[in-house]
């Protein structure tokens, strides 16, 4: 590939001297590299002459081959250096369904609208899987990271409530500590880790200290909405992050219990393949990421 980029400086200068000036290099390296090119090809591709330098005949024909070819190297490499700095092109981004719903739906549209270049794929499921594998530039998913050689950058922690309506409250009375739980009196709705396949544990955390309990449950749900559905028609208690029942607590229609233990966090991460020199389109969602979190 060099051979041929000195063979087009030179057409292109019309010498030696000054194709050696335009790509840096000493006259004897670009004279190297011409001869070199055509040992490789077997043909002689100038007429060199103390005044003046002109391709031959299998050089013409060799050039008008590659001139194309060049061309459109050069105009591969300018528009890679472009993405680099401009937000366009395809981005697919596995994201976490509970936190897309809440925080990235409502706003989406704003962010297409700043940048009408990006093709934005968005794939909504309950597990982080293979990212590279699976085609992904990018993901947004809740909850601790697992060995992985992706890059793993921490967004923001959220809290872990445990919550119930009024009326289940007042028909179960309201548990003091973590072990109220695991009595016959209460009902607890378990929720599946999807990288584990079993329920979440139930913790309580308070100054370093944690405390797992295992409280009775007839049953175990995997999406959020029906969890929700289910936690607001009063069956039970469950556990829960604070931006998924933000708006119910503020009405009054869930209630916080066991609130002295206050200190459970469950993380959003971003992940992506690689730190070195990632496209302004993945900076640009990350920064809009960044923009979302409370």
Known sequence: ?????VLAAIVDSGSFVRAAEVLEMSQSGVSRA???LEARLNIRLFDRTTRKVALTDEGRRFYAQIG???AGLEEAVASAG???VKVRGRLRVNVDPLWARLLLGPRLGSFLKR????????VARDHLGDLVGDGFDLAIRLGQPQSSSLIARKLMDTRVLTVATPGYLRKHGTPKKPADLESPGHTCIHFRNPATGRPFDWEFHRGGK???VHPRSQVTLNEA????SVLMSGYGLAQVIDIAVEPMLRSGALVPVLTAWPDERFPLYA???SRHHPPAKTLAFLEFVQSLLP
């Not at 590939?1 to 980029?5: E, L, Y």
């Open 115 to 122: 940048h009408p270049e990006l093709e934005l794929d968005l």
């Open 34 to 36: 011409i001869a070199r």
């Open 225 to 228: 909405g029906l969890m929700e």
């Open 1 to 5: 590939m060099n051979g041929m980029r």
């Open 68 to 70: 194309p070819l060049l």
């Open 210 to 212: 944690v405390t797992i």
């Open 271 to 273: 992940y992506y393949p």
């Open 82 to 84: 472009e993405g680099a």
